[in-house]
Each structure stands twice: as C-alpha cells, then as structure tokens.
C-alpha cells in the first residue's frame, strides 16, 4: 500500500522543487532569446563553406 | 533528514501517523515500525532541522532592495541616448537585479550573528533557522557568478564587470570590513546601491559617463541622510547589535549634523543631473522642489534638540525618512518622464 502520509514538510520540498523548475525553465528561455536576438543583430553572416564565393574575397585596393 | 541519534530507516515524519496501540502487525508479528514510535505521544514527531521553503530563498536576495535596483537600473538604461533592444534591456535589467539579491545572500550570510540580534531582522531566515548559513553562502556565489556571466555576455563586458566589482564592494568591502569598523559604514555602503543605474547606462552606451556619474552621486549622497534618519528613531536595534551606528559612536547631535551636510552636498549635484543631455523640464522642476523640501526637513532635523524629537516621538525624523524614498523615487522617474517627453518629441 502506498504511503500516503502528506506531511507539512512535503509542502515545502515540493515548493523548493517546483520554484526551481520554474527557475531553470525560465533561464533556458532567457539565453534561448538572448541567443536570438544577438545573432539577429551581427546581420548577414556567410563564410566559405566548400564553395568560391568571390563577393567574399577582398579585393586589393589598387595601388 | 532524521535528527542525529534518531533510528535510520525510518523517517520520523511518518511515526506519528500511526495509531498509538497496536504493536502487532496483521501476520502477529512484531510491528517493526512500532519501536520508533516509543516516547512519541503526540503527531508533532518531525524532529529534523526546519526546512526551507522555496520563498526563504528568494528572501535571502532582499526583495525589497532588489526593487529599487531594478527601478534604478532600468531608468539608466531607458534614459541613456542609445536605444537598446527590448530582449536585452529586459535580460540586463534581470541579471543586475540577481547580482544585487545575490550580494544580499552573501550579506546575510555573513551577517547572521547581528542580524539574530536586532528586531528588524531577526526573522530573516538565517536567524530564524529556516535556511542554513551554508545555502545562504552557496546561493550567493552561485548567483553572482551567473548574474555576471550573463550580463557580461547581454550587455557587455564593462556592464558585467560593473557588477562583479558592485557585488564584491557590497559583499567584501562593505559588509566583512568597513560596516563592523566604521561608522560611516552607510556612506560606503551606500556606493554599492548607487551603482545599478551606472551598470544600466553602461548596458546601453558601454561607457560611463558624467550622466552616468551623476546618477551614481544621487543614490551615494542621498543614502547617508536616509539611513541616519532611519537610526535616529530605531536606536536600540544598533546600539545592541553592536554596529558602529554614527548615532551610537559619536551622538545624535553629530549625526543631526551630517545629515544636513550630506543634504547639503546632494541637493547641488540633483540640479547639475537636470543640466546634462538627460535632463529636463520635468526633472529639473521635481529636483528643485524635492530638494528644497528635503533641504528644509534636514535642516529642522539639525535644529531639533533630543528632547523635543523624544517628546514627539520622532516625528520629524519619520516623516524625512519616509520622505527620503519618495525623493528618491520621484528623480528617477522624473528622468525617466523626461525621456519619454523626448521620445515623443515634445522636448
């Protein structure tokens, strides 16, 4: 049979354990939206990936 | 969870909510439960240490001193000349505001020896045994070091660093040292709470600056007449505790004294403030009537003789320091109201 003593101390753990979750949680989606807002803002991002891309080689400026 | 001494195996938690006579289990044979229950006649069998609840710990981060961080902090974001994205502000603002309640868990932490002993704050939940003074240790550090991490990574390094150097001024420099030393503890304590509106403008701008100084000089000059009106009508709770209280080491009379002349100091830097890039009409007419008044109240303070201030109950000391908040929080909003005029392009 299942013990089903609910004792005043069970209250507390389970606040402590709830009020962490929630903090955890809510910290994933702070540096969830934090990372989405910084890579928004380093604008157009592109590198070499196996491909020339000749807009991204510098061009010496004439001399 | 048992207390020391107490039989393992069986949590005492569940002893009393056992009937008190059967000894026998259904089989006939010796209960084995039965033995943990000898002595206990009643239900409060729960002998273990008490146990924090999620809210002691949000305590120990001093809520209502994190309220005015956040207030502060965000106005020096919000008044700053460079917009910041909404996500950001809100993240820097809710890291300065965990750095400020993390230094308080480790002010508590360190200061549970006073703060047992002064009726203000023996109900803290160190003193009253809810949480134990390791957590409080545990909890600061693990929160400063996140707060500035983050900030540092939301809002940039001079912002992140701004509150490192904040969280260990208030923890270190105020708290171990200077408060237990000397009794201008509240002028130095005092710089730890006027940083968060300088971190806000450094979230924005990534400098500082004279408005950022400015704001900065506020708090710091407004705290010492705050805090000495506050000790002028709660007396005892110091004198116990044994912190060097102005009040306590050098007389009310001296303490009337640096009130008027930290007021003094405060009142010409508020107006410099309303002069800068951040100013305005609205702030510049709050800052010359509050100050006025607050000079005024600080000046009745000074005059007042012991007597008189015991005969009325103190009554001109709590009406300074309740008005003490309101001038603070007014110039803050005031330049804030300055900022939304702005933005609005009525100025």
């Known amino acids: 049979m299942a013990i089903r003593a609910e004792h005043e101390i069970h209250t507390r753990r389970f606040s402590r354990n709830l009020g962490l979750g929630l903090v955890l949680v809510a910290f994933v989606g702070v540096v969830f939206a934090l990372t989405v807002v910084k890579v928004q803002q380093l604008g157009a991002v592109q590198g070499f990936d196996h491909v020339l891309r000749p807009e991204m080689i510098q061009v010496e400026s004439a001399k | 969870m048992c207390k020391p001494g107490a039989p393992s195996g069986a949590p005492g938690i569940f002893a009393g909510t056992r009937p008190a006579s059967p000894s026998l289990t259904r089989s006939g044979m010796p209960d084995p439960m039965e033995r943990w229950n000898d002595g206990m006649t009643d239900i409060s069998a729960y002998q273990g240490e008490p146990e924090a609840e999620f809210g002691d710990y949000v305590a120990?981060?001093?809520?209502?001193?994190?309220?005015?961080?956040?207030?502060?902090?965000?106005?020096?974001?919000?008044?700053?000349?460079?917009?910041?994205?909404?996500?950001?502000?809100?993240?820097?603002?809710?890291?300065?505001?965990?750095?400020?309640?993390?230094s308080g868990a480790l002010n508590m932490w360190w200061d549970a020896d006073i703060d047992a002993?002064?009726?203000?704050?023996?109900?803290?939940?160190?003193?009253?045994?809810?949480?134990?003074?390791?957590?409080?240790?545990?909890?600061?550090?693990?929160?400063?070091?996140?707060?500035?991490?983050?900030?540092?990574?939301?809002?940039?390094?001079?912002?992140?660093?701004?509150?490192?150097f904040t969280i260990f001024f208030?923890?270190?420099?105020?708290?171990?040292?200077?408060?237990?030393?000397?009794?201008?503890?509240?002028?130095?304590?005092?710089?730890?709470?006027?940083f968060p509106p300088m971190i806000g403008w450094a979230v924005a701008t990534g400098g500082i600056s004279?408005?950022?100084?400015?704001?900065?000089?506020?708090?710091?000059?407004?705290?010492?007449?705050?805090?000495?009106?506050?000790?002028?009508?709660?007396?005892?709770?110091?004198?116990?505790?044994?912190?060097?209280?102005?009040?306590?080491?050098?007389?009310?009379?001296?303490?009337?004294?640096?009130?008027?002349?930290?007021?003094?100091?405060?009142?010409?830097?508020?107006?410099?403030?309303?002069?800068?890039?951040?100013?305005?009409?609205?702030?510049?007419?709050?800052?010359?009537?509050?100050?006025?008044?607050?000079?005024?109240?600080?000046?009745?303070?000074?005059?007042?003789?012991e007597a008189a201030a015991e005969a009325d109950g103190y009554a001109a000391e709590k009406?300074?320091?309740?008005?003490?908040?309101?001038?603070?929080?007014?110039?803050?909003?005031?330049?804030?109201?300055?900022?939304a005029l702005r933005a609005a392009e009525v100025i």
Request: net charge positive; proline share 6%.
């Open chain 2, 117 to 164: 002993v002064m009726k203000r704050t023996a109900r803290r939940p160190i003193p009253s045994g809810r949480v134990r003074p390791d957590e409080a240790l545990a909890v600061g550090l693990a929160l400063s070091g996140f707060a500035v991490v983050m900030l540092g990574l939301a809002g940039g390094m001079l912002a992140g660093a701004l509150l490192a």
């Open chain 2, 60 to 102: 120990l981060l001093k809520p209502r001193v994190m309220s005015l961080v956040v207030f502060t902090a965000l106005v020096g974001l919000l008044v700053a000349p460079v917009p910041v994205h909404p996500v950001i502000a809100f993240v820097s603002v809710l890291f300065i505001a965990v750095g400020g309640g993390a």
């Open chain 2, 319 to 339: 009406a300074f320091f309740k008005f003490s908040l309101l001038y603070l929080f007014l110039h803050f909003g005031a330049l804030l109201g300055d900022a």
């Open chain 2, 210 to 305: 004279t408005e950022s100084v400015l704001m900065f000089a506020l708090i710091f000059f407004w705290t010492p007449p705050h805090f000495w009106a506050l000790a002028l009508f709660m007396k005892s709770d110091y004198r116990d505790a044994g912190v060097p209280m102005l009040t306590v080491t050098h007389g009310r009379r001296v303490t009337r004294a640096h009130i008027l002349a930290y007021t003094v100091l405060l009142a010409p830097l508020a107006i410099w403030l309303g002069l800068t890039q951040i100013g305005g009409p609205l702030y510049l007419s709050v800052a010359v009537v509050m100050n006025l008044w607050f000079l005024r109240g600080a000046y009745m303070i000074w005059r007042r003789e």
């Open chain 2, 170 to 194: 208030y923890a270190v420099v105020y708290t171990m040292w200077l408060k237990r030393s000397t009794p201008q503890n509240i002028v130095i304590g005092g710089a730890a709470g006027a």
